[in-house]
């Protein structure tokens, strides 16, 4: 696959494939389907949708961009399909503070995705799979627990549809494993993870009894770029030969526990630190604070980005070393001492 | 853009938003359609179409696919816009044998034309653009006359919709020009031209008032590839010095001279030979004559493909000389006379 976007979109037909085999029961389409879906019309072009959460960012084309809900930007005036979207949990930090509410928390959300799921069935536009990000990136650095996951995982297979895990900008190691959804113990993999940036091409990786029934279902004219793979050949190797992850790792705790630290030492100006990995954020009081923390950076030699509203996301390359951290940390500390 | 897939959706949103400026006369979309398109809900997430022709291909993401109408394959279960699709002229070859007939059949695609956009208005999903290839190639090599495109073009003015013209295979000099629509003598240039293939990265280019009005509306993680234009650029200064241009018209007339004298010579295998530059094509009287031409072409060295349902598709490389042309309508007669 060539990006993000269209890897979620091949992802999304190996759903719907596998979905309308099992409606039809094994029984390939008759002569009406294969004429009608030429027109884009019924029984050819059926009516599915993919259930996606609220604050989710997969991409920006069509498929891609109705499973989008991060910022308005990205979607005004573009029609798309009229599919639902989910609560993905909204936790109150330090996690080991508030365990009960945050339990609770899940629990809301995994319910309202029951719930989503059985009008979807009912309003005859049923949900093929769900697609999740690990940790949603572009939306503000929202974490989801392993109990949340696993519920996930749980109702998938509960209602026979496909999990997806977007791993996009997880992927690739910023968390410290190849695939942030090693962090969640599921009793089973997931059906689908997908993947592009770090990995520095686009692609996909399923179960088998995902692989469509014939040729020409999924396909492109360059089908992948060789070059590129052999660019991510080495960025494989170095990762293993560098010990890179376990770099990622040591350097994510030198980060989050600064961050932590910070939030402390400056209770009005920042909250929430949390991270995998490097794979860190943390929280400004205000928008327009988050903008200047970031701007005053840039003045300290430090190029950072936002996420969501009000986070201030980190997101080092593979070589970023605790001593890289502790720069950081100096840095932004020496800024919030401006405020 | 990353591919001629992706190259067609960002178009179609250019489509969207010049429409949604002028349906709001100007006026930036109100708070009420920012939250509602977060949700895919209306007013900000709007009924919009676009139009297309049947035996068209466009791509494989769901807005391009819902534009694609060449083979069954590639939408069967897959669920879509509810897109119009209108037809494109199936003409009688020889063209000069044939005029009144072909200008006729002009006149009826166009007038169907006409009618689908008032029935999409009155539907309240209405066309924001329409979508065709210079020549419809994966669909079959189909052409389209200059009368039919000025035609198109007039239509478009007159509704104030968008034209894009798809040149991803067309696009790169295969036709002898860069642009297979600069053969059409248009009054006014397309609205939109996307390209990709041959121009080894996806793209487009467009007329000035179809620039987005805000920063994130079109985006990409890569905007493109570094690597991709600098082989472009060698690419072009190659067609340039070497003359490909007229290499290719050249080779060209040899092609479709060849493929008209073996039409001529058997007449119950070949019909309709057909091109612009090297971008030729000739159908054989059945599907099955068709892929055993192709077969037996391959064990006398020549690796030829099919389109559409009957077609023998042309498409060699700009490098492709007289000579070698020589050699193909050698190597197709010596199979022909096999038969």
Redesign the interface.
């Known amino acids: 696959m060539?990006?993000?976007?269209?890897s979620n979109?091949n992802a999304f037909?190996l759903m719907?494939?596998k979905?309308?085999d099992k409606v039809r029961g094994g029984i390939p389409?008759n002569d009406e389907?294969?004429?009608s879906?030429?027109?884009?019309?019924s029984p050819?072009?059926?009516?599915?949708?993919v259930l996606s959460f609220?604050g989710g960012f997969h991409g920006?084309?069509?498929?891609a961009l109705?499973c989008t809900?991060s910022?308005?930007?990205?979607?005004?005036?573009?029609?798309?399909?009229?599919?639902p979207?989910a609560d993905f949990p909204r936790y109150k930090y330090p996690l080991e503070e508030n365990t009960q509410e945050n339990t609770a928390e899940d629990k809301r959300c995994l319910d309202k995705v029951e719930e989503i799921l059985e009008r979807q069935t009912k309003n005859s536009n049923p949900c093929v799979g769900i697609i999740v990000e690990p940790i949603q990136a572009e939306g503000g650095d929202h974490h989801g627990s392993a109990n949340f996951f696993q519920g996930l995982q749980d109702i998938c297979k509960k209602h026979d549809i496909v999990y997806l895990v977007d791993e996009v900008q997880t992927g690739g190691g910023p968390t410290g494993k190849m695939w942030a959804h090693e962090y969640f113990n599921l009793r089973d993999a997931p059906d689908i993870v997908t993947f592009?940036?770090k990995m520095l091409t686009g692609g996909l990786y399923h179960k088998p009894d995902l692989r469509p029934n014939?040729a020409?279902?999924i396909?492109?004219?360059?089908v992948g770029d060789p070059?590129k793979l052999i660019l991510l050949d080495s960025v494989l190797k170095t990762i293993r030969q560098d010990k890179l992850l376990e770099t990622t790792l040591k350097a994510g705790d030198v980060l989050l526990s600064g961050l932590r630290r910070l939030e402390n030492q400056f209770p009005s100006l920042l909250h929430s630190a949390r991270g995998i990995g490097t794979f860190c954020a943390v929280d400004a009081d205000t928008s327009a604070r988050r903008d200047q923390i970031l701007a005053k950076l840039r003045t300290e030699g430090v190029h950072c980005g936002g996420c969501g509203e009000t986070a201030i996301r980190i997101r080092p390359a593979l070589i970023f070393e605790t001593k890289h951290a502790n720069i950081f940390i100096e840095s932004l500390e020496k800024v919030l001492k401006t405020f």
């Open positions: 060539m990006c993000g976007s269209c979109e037909k719907y494939f979905y309308m389409p389907a294969m004429k879906c030429l027109d884009n019309l050819g072009t059926p009516r599915l949708s609220h920006r084309t069509p498929g109705a809900h910022k308005s930007i990205h979607k005004i005036d573009v029609p798309l399909y009229d599919w979207v592009s940036k014939n020409y279902q396909f492109n004219t360059w070059s």
